[in-house]
């Protein structure tokens, strides 16, 4: 826009603006953001590179949280201290689970959301592309706080992930480096999620009412306002104990009228939401891809929408099945266990749901529908484990035990790790505009699925025998099934090198150009753009007519 | 896909088929609470394992039967009310069907009410320490299993004992057939009681008290682990319960009490400055090594007591870091006035600190005000 | 492309490449370095903290100066106006649920911790038996004597402040929407004015309360409670005052139509809910 018309305009009403703007603003934002150099991707604002910076960003965390992962098994491998002080071992388990959680699967969820909610509801970027632009910068910066801790004196935060007072207030510096992280994550979960809600909420395409978008966008919808929610009660419940720390509050000591147990429950109103923010998008994912390969609607599309909002209003009703060893009475125990059981009532409608998108289905097992399957099997064992969980006496002999290490691993590691999987797969054509190699990105799903169990499963075994987690060495009887568990976990690692040798062929041209629509069965807006998707889509919104045809396709619009 | 299958379902026969060899599963229960316990994982367990085979028998049809290679067509239907008003309310029933017999352990697991005996378990970092409130005595109860056999950093270390890691000098008797009501606290941060066997577990949480109890019905030795996470020993906190006919436990108690009697510092005592480091070195053994090291050299973020500031500075400060702690250094208040007089003189004329002075009991208890 | 509701705006105004969030990202990344150090005593802390906040500052002028532009461009049009009053009401929510996490530490001490460590229970007979609670006097066994702050002083006199200030900012919108700038302009100076009294009440009442009562950070759970609530809800006032004095700069410059002068909303919304906040405290923090 030239300087004489911004002056004509100084204070017209909005309606006549857009009249009087329309075409040299398509003009302008067409072509700035093809930036050339750094520039292009530390100034974006463009969803597209975000959400690319995003899916990188977390992709580097999980290596990083990985090897730490494997620095934790190799130390259990065998019992007795082989390779790491304790204090360092619990350095390692407490940074691989915050980078896990927050550098891994949060923002590769988010980037997943930039990249494709613009694209499949029919928007020409997110809300606030300025402030996207944020949100993931601000990532960098909490994660070299995190790795830097590492090399201050007394080493990073060891006490857990949940960093439970008073030990995390005896804790040296680094513990103020990871509370200072997780003020800024915090920020940047914030910020994200309000562009995603904004964005569902105001940009769809004309003719895609709330009822009628991609499940995936649902699924990122209430993501979104769980994580609006309870991010900032983490932000609080980290301020506290800051001042607990260094300005001598007594919200967590006895001494002042205040209690240890205040924070956890503080934390866990944030943490319970916090395991289906990591669950919801990965429930999306699979929402989408499943009536792809099964060349079907997907089942039950409303009761899927009712289950996630249940699943998001519950999550804030269970938090204290954390909690059940802390010494609750009777009646706090019973509330939390029953609230928990409840939440196996919608997850288990969305199990049906999907089972019943596979049955009488045109199935074809393509990577991502691998991945969908592998989720939705080992998903439910890590379901299962939960509910047992849940049961409150059952979990007094299973609390902060290695069968609770088996439950989340299984749901997050085989239920959001492997969805991310199966979305990569699913729209790398789109991304880059080449098909991976099929051959190795099957090799990757059944090398993972086998080296998973042979992690993980064991870990089942141990919990029950009652060996605790957090620690870096055991008694003799649990030598067996942890060399088992460590030498899976390095099985898994050298599994994940496939994917990524894959992907980074796939960039460099994969096996061959991919078509706009890569698999047949797949009907949302974004398989309507060419691959790769050009740097700007949907600046015009789709018309109606093509959002219709492709709804009629996906059970969404009849008549 | 059929490997899958057949591993899956190798893992879930196996898991039966192992269900007496407590690798797999529980250890074998002690109380009526460990026996409810075991009782709903299996009534849990067979649940669930139904629910698994039926469902997922029928993805893995659709799997076999609906794929294009195979030639068959989609069908698009994507609705049907009935089948999802079924499969929403009949897991809701199965979960009341598991919400029942659990709902009345957890009343029978927290009713404390009518304990015969009642023992106060504090958690220490890295101990614990158990008050028999009753009887009038109390004592603290360390790993056994020496540091030759944990630390393998350079050499295999020294065999491991086939209980390492689980063994105590001094174990918490019980009599057998009793009620025992457990309170916990803590001196430091949060720690928690734990007897598998017992199906007993329960944080320890500084400045509150919390309980919980069993009622023991075999004799035998019963071993737990600290189970929340405390710092840099909370692998090295093991708990061990003893449980012995009322005969041995009334001896036992007796016993208990006279050396308990004998053993107290008298407070009017006038201790020389041999005798005060003496004694400060035994409390300095089994309070202080584990950071600060045999040579008071430290290591990692603990620091060294040879040549500190502290060590070597006015005795005040020093009295007041033992008190108090600070950062990672615990507060050692819960020590006898006695005790931490003789480990600071200890350390002040130790590990090449001349510093000459010593400290006074009294001192502390002044120290304390 | 259809104006008349405005929603599909063919054209959503998406900003070109911009150096600020990175600019803000350095400054969130130096004042965390910064406070971490400084809180434990290294030197440099201080400075790269101060430096922080300075980077910080120079992000939030230039951003909200780009954003103004923008908005005084007509580059926003109607879709992008849901969305700013979507992204707000978002934020503000999140807002919100910070505070939540502060009342609930403030009702869980008065409920549950003070009264278990003060009467019977195992809890007081074995650890604190000299101890008897009574909220506020003595939230702890080792807390030093203090006075509670008194509701019916200079904290009523602040509530009246704060429900005056809003109703003279909706006065000022009123005088927006109906063109009367004069109205808006006076309504606005108003409210900033009375936004800076009730600081200065504040900072009177925070010096009374440290140096003649004996509260501070460290009186107990009453201590932490009061000071991080209010003191919280006091930089959110500073920050209100600082959006409405700049929204009173924008109104003095001729900013602001009738129709779109969604910043001047904004600022009020979040007067408003600062305003709430305030209501909720001196109810549960100062009189009850
Ligand atoms: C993605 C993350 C995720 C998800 C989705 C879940 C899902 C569930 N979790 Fe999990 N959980 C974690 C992540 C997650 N959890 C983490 C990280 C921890 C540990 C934190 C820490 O301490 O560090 C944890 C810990 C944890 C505990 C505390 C254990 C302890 O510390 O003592 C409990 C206890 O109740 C629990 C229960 C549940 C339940 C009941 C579900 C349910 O939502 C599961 C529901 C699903 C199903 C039940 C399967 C499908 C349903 C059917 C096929 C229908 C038919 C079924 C029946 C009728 C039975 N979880
Ligand atoms: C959110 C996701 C997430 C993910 C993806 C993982 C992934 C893994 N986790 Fe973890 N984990 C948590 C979240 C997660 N975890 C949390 C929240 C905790 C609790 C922390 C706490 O107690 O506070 C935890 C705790 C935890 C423990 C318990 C520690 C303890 O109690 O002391 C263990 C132990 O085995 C473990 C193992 C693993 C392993 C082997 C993987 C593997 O899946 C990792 C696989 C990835 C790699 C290995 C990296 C990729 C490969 C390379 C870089 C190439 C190099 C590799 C080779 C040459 C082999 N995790
Ligand atoms: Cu004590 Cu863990
Ligand atoms: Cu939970």
């Keep these: 826009m030239n300087a ?82 304790p204090e360092f071992f619990n350095q390692l388990t407490t940074l691989h689970g915050v980078i896990m959680v927050f550098g891994a699967i949060m923002p590769a969820f988010t980037g997943l959301a930039n990249w494709m909610l613009p694209l499949m509801i029919g928007a020409p970027d997110m809300a606030f592309a300025r402030m996207n632009n944020w949100s993931f910068w601000l990532l960098p910066p909490a994660a070299a706080l995190l790795l830097i801790s590492l090399f201050v004196p007394g080493g990073a935060a060891a006490g857990g992930w949940t960093l439970y007072p008073p030990l995390s207030i005896q804790a040296g510096m680094g513990m103020d480096f990871a509370i200072f992280a997780i003020h800024l994550l915090g920020i940047s979960s914030i910020m994200g999620s309000i562009n995603i809600v904004t964005t569902i909420l105001n940009m769809r395409a004309p003719g895609m009412t709330l009822l009628k978008m991609p499940m995936f966008a649902w699924t990122m919808l209430v993501t979104a306002y769980l994580l609006i929610a309870v991010a900032p009660v983490l932000a609080g419940a980290v ?58 609607p997907l089942f039950g599309y409303v009761s899927m929408v009712y289950a996630v909002c249940a699943i998001g209003i519950l999550s ?106 199966g979305a990569a797969y699913y729209w790398l054509p789109k991304w880059t505009g080449y098909m991976y190699s099929e051959f190795w990105g099957k090799v990757h799903f059944w090398w993972s699925m086998i080296a998973f169990n042979i992690t993980f499963f064991p870990m089942h075994f141990l919990g029950l025998a009652g060996m605790p987690r957090r620690i870096p060495d055991y008694p003799l009887q649990f030598t067996t099934f942890n060399s088992m568990a460590s030498v899976g976990a390095f099985l898994f690692g050298t599994a994940q090198i496939l994917f990524l040798i894959n992907v980074i062929r796939t960039i460099r041209g994969g096996v061959g150009p991919a078509p706009a629509r890569p698999w047949d069965g797949g009907h949302t807006l974004e398989w309507e753009v060419a691959s790769p998707a050009p740097h700007h889509t949907w600046e015009t919104p789709p018309d109606e007519a093509t959002v219709v045809a492709g709804l009629r396709l996906q059970g969404l619009e009849h008549s | 896909m059929r490997v899958w299958r057949s591993g899956a379902a190798l893992a879930l026969f196996s898991s039966f088929a192992c269900a007496s060899d407590s690798r797999f599963t529980f250890q074998p229960a002690q109380t009526v609470i460990a026996r409810d316990i075991a009782d709903i994982h299996n009534w849990i367990m067979l649940i669930i394992a139904v629910i698994f085979v039926t469902v997922f028998g029928v993805m893995f049809y659709a799997i076999f039967k609906h794929r294009r290679s195979l030639g068959h067509q989609a069908k698009p239907f994507h609705e049907n009310t009935i089948v999802e008003i079924l499969w929403t309310l009949i897991p809701a029933l199965i979960l009341i069907g598991m919400a029942w017999p659990a709902a009345k352990v957890v009343l029978a697991q927290k009713d404390t009410h009518d304990a015969t005996l009642t023992i106060k378990a504090t958690g220490y970092q890295w101990f614990w320490g158990y008050d028999y409130l009753d009887s009038g005595f109390s004592f603290k109860s360390k790993l056994k299993t020496p540091r030759s056999q944990i630390e393998n950093y350079n050499s295999p270390g020294e065999p491991k004992d086939e209980k390492y890691l689980l063994d105590v000098d001094e174990p918490v008797v019980v009599p057998v057939n009793t009620k025992v009501r457990i309170l916990t606290t803590s001196n430091d941060v949060i720690h928690s009681w734990v007897i598998p066997a017992f199906g007993v577990r329960q944080d320890a949480i500084p400045g509150f008290i919390r309980d919980t109890w069993f009622k023991a019905e075999k004799e035998g030795v019963f071993r737990g682990q600290c189970s929340e996470l405390c710092g840099r020993d909370h692998g090295y906190m093991p708990i061990v319960v003893k449980v012995v006919s009322q005969n041995e436990y009334k001896d036992w108690v007796s016993k208990r009490q006279a050396a308990a009697k004998a053993a107290a510092d008298d407070p009017n005592k006038n201790w020389t400055k041999d005798e005060l ?71 002040r004329n130790s590990f090449g600190n001349h510093d000459g002075d010593f400290v006074l009991p009294k001192t502390v208890k002044a120290a304390r005000k | 492309m259809n104006v008349e509701n405005g929603v599909h705006d063919a054209h959503y105004f998406v900003p070109a490449p911009s150096r600020w969030p990175i600019v803000g990202s350095i400054a969130l990344f130096c004042m965390a370095m910064g406070a971490a ?228 909303e904004a600022a009020a919304w979040y007067w408003h809910f600062v305003d709430v906040v305030w209501l909720i405290l001196f109810v549960f923090v100062y009189w009850l």
Excluded at chain 1, 46 to 58: A, E, P, Q, R, V
Excluded at chain 1, 62 to 71: E, H
Excluded at chain 1, 269 to 278: A, K, L, R, S, T
Excluded at chain 3, 111 to 131: A, K, M, Q
Aim: hydrophobic share 50%; aromatic share 16%.
């Design chain 1, 239 to 296: 301020t506290m104990l800051l001042t607990d720390r260094h300005f001598g509050t007594h919200f967590f000591k006895a001494a002042g009228g205040g209690d240890p147990i205040l924070f956890q429950h503080i934390f866990w109103i944030f943490g319970h939401p916090e395991v289906y923010i990591m669950a919801l998008p990965a429930f999306g994912v699979v929402s989408q891809i499943l009536p792809t390969f099964a060349r079907k």
């Design chain 1, 316 to 421: 804030f009703m269970v938090w204290g099945h954390h909690m059940f060893a802390v010494g609750f009475p009777a009646t706090a125990q019973l509330f939390f266990m029953f609230m928990t059981m409840l939440i196996a009532v919608p997850t288990g409608v969305k199990v049906f749901n999907w089972i019943a998108t596979m049955w009488q289905g045109e199935m074809t097992f393509e990577t991502p529908m691998l991945f969908a399957i592998g989720f939705l099997c080992l998903f439910t064992i890590g379901g299962f484990s939960g509910l047992v969980l849940a049961l409150a006496p059952v979990d007094i002999a299973l609390h902060a035990t290695y069968y609770v290490v088996g439950h989340f691993h299984y749901v997050l590691v085989a239920g959001a790790l492997f969805s991310l999987f």
């Design chain 3, 37 to 264: 150090f400084a809180m434990n005593s290294v030197g440099a802390g201080k400075w790269l903290l101060i430096a922080g906040f300075a980077i910080l500052l120079w992000m939030i002028v230039g951003w909200f100066g780009d954003v103004i532009k923008e908005a005084q461009a007509g580059d926003y049009g109607l879709q992008v106006d849901h969305s700013l009053r979507w992204g707000m009401s978002w934020f503000i929510f999140s807002e919100v649920m910070f505070f939540a996490a502060f009342f609930g530490a403030l009702f869980y001490t008065r409920v549950i911790s003070v009264p278990e460590i003060g009467y019977f229970s195992d809890t007081h007979d074995l650890l604190w038996s000299s101890f008897q609670a009574v909220w506020p006097a003595a939230t702890g066994p080792k807390v030093d004597a203090y006075t509670a702050m008194e509701a019916f002083g200079l904290p009523a006199i602040n509530t009246a402040i704060l429900l005056t200030s809003g109703a003279t900012l909706t006065w000022a919108h009123w005088g927006l929407v109906e063109g009367r700038r004069g109205q808006l302009k006076l309504g606005l100076a108003i409210t900033v004015l009375l936004g800076c009294l009730f600081l200065t009440f504040q900072a009177i009442e925070y010096h009374h309360a440290w140096t003649e009562m004996g509260l501070n950070l460290g009186s107990g759970a009453y201590g932490a409670t009061f000071f991080m609530l209010t003191g919280f809800h006091g930089m959110h006032v500073l920050v209100g005052t600082i959006m409405l004095s700049t929204m009173l700069g924008r109104a003095l410059k001729g900013h602001f139509t009738k129709e779109h002068h969604f910043g001047f």
């Design chain 2, 277 to 347: 480091i003496a004694r400060g070195q035994k409390v300095y053994e089994s309070n202080c090594v584990a950071c600060h090291k045999a040579d008071g050299k430290g290591g990692g973020p603990f620091p060294a007591l040879a040549g500190s500031k502290i060590a070597t500075g006015p005795a005040e400060a020093h009295i007041h870091i033992v008190l108090t702690g600070k950062n990672a250094m615990p507060s050692w208040a819960g020590l006898t006035d006695t005790e931490i007089a003789a480990v600071i003189s200890y350390e």
């Design chain 1, 4 to 85: 004489a018309t911004k002056a004509l305009h100084p204070g017209e009403s909005v309606g006549e603006q857009v009249h009087g703007h329309t075409h040299d603003h398509a003009h302008d934002d067409a072509h700035h953001g093809a930036q050339e150099g750094w520039r292009r991707w530390v100034y974006a604002t463009n969803h597209k590179d975000i959400g690319t910076l995003y899916l990188w960003f977390s992709f580097a965390m999980f290596l990083v949280g990985g090897v730490m992962a494997l620095g934790i098994r190799a130390e259990l491998f065998q019992p007795g201290l082989q390779f790491w002080q």
